[in-house]
Protein backbone atom coordinates (compact mmCIF):
# COMPACT_ATOMS: atom_id res chain seq x y z
CA UNK A 1 0.00 0.00 0.00
CA UNK A 2 1.22 3.79 -1.32
CA UNK A 3 0.91 6.22 1.63
CA UNK A 4 0.12 10.11 0.50
CA UNK A 5 2.54 12.23 2.11
CA UNK A 6 1.91 15.62 2.10
CA UNK A 7 3.87 18.66 1.98
CA UNK A 8 3.65 22.46 2.32
CA UNK A 9 3.96 24.88 -0.44
CA UNK A 10 3.25 28.85 0.16
CA UNK A 11 3.18 31.87 -2.00
CA UNK A 12 3.95 35.11 -0.48
CA UNK A 13 3.32 37.20 -3.85
CA UNK A 14 3.49 37.08 -7.73
CA UNK A 15 7.16 38.24 -7.59
CA UNK A 16 8.26 35.37 -5.84
CA UNK A 17 8.41 32.11 -6.27
CA UNK A 18 6.57 28.98 -4.75
CA UNK A 19 8.17 27.78 -1.40
CA UNK A 20 8.34 24.47 -0.10
CA UNK A 21 8.28 24.02 4.09
CA UNK A 22 10.63 20.84 5.08
CA UNK A 23 8.38 19.08 6.53
CA UNK A 24 6.23 16.24 4.95
CA UNK A 25 2.68 15.50 6.90
CA UNK A 26 0.71 12.01 6.94
CA UNK A 27 -2.69 13.76 6.36
CA UNK A 28 -4.06 16.89 5.37
CA UNK A 29 -5.29 18.11 8.25
CA UNK A 30 -1.92 17.56 10.02
CA UNK A 31 -0.28 19.96 6.71
CA UNK A 32 -3.33 22.57 7.27
CA UNK A 33 -2.18 22.64 11.41
CA UNK A 34 1.06 22.93 10.31
CA UNK A 35 0.37 25.60 8.34
CA UNK A 36 -1.41 28.01 10.72
CA UNK A 37 1.12 27.20 13.24
CA UNK A 38 3.30 28.72 10.69
CA UNK A 39 1.67 31.96 10.08
CA UNK A 40 0.70 32.66 13.23
CA UNK A 41 4.15 32.45 13.65
CA UNK A 42 5.51 34.59 11.26
CA UNK A 43 7.08 38.10 11.73
CA UNK A 44 6.66 41.09 9.83
CA UNK A 45 9.11 43.66 9.62
CA UNK A 46 8.76 47.41 8.32
CA UNK A 47 11.66 49.18 7.02
CA UNK A 48 11.68 52.52 6.30
CA UNK A 49 13.15 53.53 2.76
CA UNK A 50 14.45 57.07 1.76
CA UNK A 51 13.57 58.31 -1.36
CA UNK A 52 17.03 58.66 -2.69
CA UNK A 53 17.46 54.78 -3.19
CA UNK A 54 20.61 53.23 -3.18
CA UNK A 55 21.10 50.06 -4.96
CA UNK A 56 21.09 46.97 -3.13
CA UNK A 57 23.01 43.62 -3.66
CA UNK A 58 20.23 40.51 -4.33
CA UNK A 59 20.57 38.49 -1.72
CA UNK A 60 19.51 35.60 -3.46
CA UNK A 61 19.23 34.82 -7.28
CA UNK A 62 16.78 32.55 -9.29
CA UNK A 63 17.56 30.63 -12.66
CA UNK A 64 15.04 29.73 -14.88
Known amino acids: MVKNLY ?3 IKIDETLPWIELKRTYQTRREAKE ?8 V ?16 LAT ?3
Not at 34 to 41: D, H, K, P, R, T
Not at 43 to 58: L, T
Request: charged share 35%.
Open 7 to 9: AVW
Open 34 to 41: AVENFLNS
Open 43 to 58: KIRFVKVPEKRIQMKA
Open 62 to 64: IKR
